[in-house]
């Protein structure tokens, strides 16, 4: 299912595909597009080329690690998500290796990470589905991620499948048309 973005303004066609499905189709992910993805955000800008983001990502094929990726989501994150071909967790080293100073920019950082791997995903026919929703403390402590580290967020990874494999409210969801504000509300000019 496409859902192409209707922009005000000419953008890239990775930028105007690209969007957030819940439906996916079960097939695997391969090894050589799986590590595309972490190398795509191994090349995104960071503060100091720091790069503080980490990832912990395991294909559905890997049963015990994606049910351990899957038990830290929420319930109704759990309820589609099981259905991706891959899950991610996102997080990020809060303080600078360099110097020991905090880091104030690593959730930024970790977020252009994540859109560098989410742009590379899509070029592959890979969709990505980015979630806040999911048990930080449980995520801590089920994978031990250090006090100089914050879980960040979850992703889903896999090829477009069905919206009519969804429950309600999430199949609605994915036949939605895609909106945005517009750039009027977000852009000043000095």
């Not at 050589?32 to 990502?57: D, G, K």
């Not at 891959?86 to 104030?104: C, D, E, F, P, Q």
Request: glycine share 8%; proline share 5%; net charge negative.
């Amino acid at each position: 299912m496409e859902k192409i973005a209707e922009t005000q303004y000419a953008v890239h066609p990775l930028i105007a595909g690209r969007w957030s499905p819940r439906a996916f189709d079960g097939k695997s992910i391969t090894d050589e597009s799986f590590y595309a993805l972490f190398e795509a955000a191994s090349w995104a800008p960071s503060a100091m080329n720091e790069q503080p983001w980490r990832y912990i990502a395991s294909r559905k094929e890997n049963e015990a690690g994606f049910e351990k990726l899957l038990g830290c989501l929420l319930p109704g994150n759990a309820a589609w998500a099981k259905g991706a071909a891959a899950l991610v967790l996102v997080y990020t080293k809060l303080t600078y290796t360099r110097n020991g100073n905090a880091n104030v920019n690593a959730f930024y950082d970790a977020g252009s990470a994540n859109q560098n791997l989410l742009l590379q995903a899509f070029s592959e026919g890979i969709y990505g589905h980015v979630m806040e929703g999911f048990d930080k403390n449980k995520a801590r402590e089920v994978f031990e991620i250090g006090d100089d580290f914050a879980p960040v967020c979850m992703i889903a990874l896999g090829y477009p499948g069905n919206a009519e494999q969804l429950e309600e409210p999430f199949r609605s969801r994915e036949t939605a048309p895609r909106s945005r504000k517009p750039v009027t509300e977000f852009l000043q000019h000095a």
